[in-house]
């Protein structure tokens, strides 16, 4: 459960991401539960991959795994984030950068699995939504020969996969988005993006999943935007835009610790709530596309594989235009 713009607070469930790390206990899930999890999602996502998915996926990001080749001087037609600086600065006359196509991507999931990653009233938690992308993302990748990595983070970097090939490294993220246990208690997108910065050195595709309710990473997104192909995947769950009418709660803050007692059973308390969950999560969008980040969105409590197909399509035509 995270806190609103509002002041007011979202419930959330009991239940603890998986790990597979530390003791085990009573309702301590067991590795061979977090295993099988993993093996489930494989059997999942593989079929769908093999099928249909990893042909959209390429075409995708077709023309985004790019070596440097040369500046020149910038046209109407050119995408604005291609705009190199510097040399713009140097001669007083805008110039673009221009690549040469990779045969391999490199692809890089940032994951967002602070507190507030463990929230879900529907099919799952948005942890558990994040999971099933990288592995979709990263089959799809293996199956195409492609580098993918990982970057797990809370209010700091929790664990950094550097990219690799292969569906045993897909695995072992997967486990990882699924079960790792953060130390952080908050948020902070810019960590995981200046990390980012310092650890992978060429262009890659950059894929940043987290609910985005943190503050004062615009800049930082906006350089990765600048300096990869940055794409923003949004988690929600219906219930943080609904409060449903059940009396008395009291709600509490998984970052920070702190509760609030509401009466779901006004419906003016309800109105703001949904009023102002909504007006918070507009800005947030905004201040996404403003970056120059493609923005996909994704509910817990629908398939992911309509949504994430559609969202390829169209960044397919965007890139033959």
């Known amino acids: 459960m995270t806190r609103s713009s509002t002041g007011l607070w ?18 301590t899930p067991q590795l061979s539960d977090i295993l099988d999890r993993v093996r489930r999602l494989e059997l999942k996502t593989q079929r769908l ?4 998915f990893a042909g959209q996926y390429r075409s995708a990001f077709r023309g985004h795994g790019l070596e440097f080749r040369d500046v020149r001087e910038y046209d109407y037609a050119d995408d604005v984030r291609l705009i190199d600086w510097r040399v713009t600065a140097r001669t007083g006359v805008a110039h673009v950068r221009q690549y040469d196509e990779e045969r391999e991507l490199t692809i890089v999931c940032c994951v967002d699995i602070s507190p507030s990653s463990a929230f879900g009233t529907t099919r799952g938690l948005k942890r ?10 990263g089959f799809s990748a293996a199956r195409s020969n492609d580098r993918f990595g990982c970057l797990l983070f809370s209010d700091r ?3 950094l996969v550097p990219p690799r090939k292969g569906r045993r490294h897909v695995l072992r993220i997967v486990r990882d988005a699924l079960a790792f246990e953060p130390t952080g208690r908050g948020t902070s997108i810019s ?13 890659c595709v950059l894929i940043v999943v987290s609910d985005f309710m943190d503050r004062d990473f615009e800049h930082d997104l906006r350089v990765a935007s600048l300096r990869h192909d940055a794409v923003a995947v949004e988690l929600v769950d219906p219930r943080e835009y609904e409060l449903p009418s059940v009396g008395l709660v009291e709600l509490v803050d998984p970052e ?3 509760t609030q007692i509401v009466d779901s059973s006004d419906g003016a308390v309800r109105s703001a709530f949904a ?3 909504v007006e918070a999560r507009q800005r947030r969008l905004d201040l996404l596309r403003s970056a120059g980040v493609d923005v996909l ?3 817990t409590d629908q398939e992911m594989f309509g949504p994430l197909m559609r969202f390829f399509r169209s960044r397919r035509r965007w890139t033959r235009r």
Do not use: F, M, N, W
């Open 49 to 52: 991959v093999d099928s249909l």
């Open 157 to 159: 970097v929790e664990e």
């Open 128 to 137: 558990d939504v994040a999971a099933e992308l990288a592995a979709y993302i």
């Open 275 to 277: 009023a102002s969950a």
């Open 191 to 203: 960590a995981a993006l200046r990390a980012v910065h310092q650890a992978v050195h060429k262009r």
């Open 297 to 299: 969105s994704l509910r």
């Open 10 to 27: 979202r419930r959330s469930r009991s239940r603890e991401p998986d790990s597979g790390r530390g003791t085990s206990g009573p309702g």
């Open 256 to 258: 920070t610790g702190a």
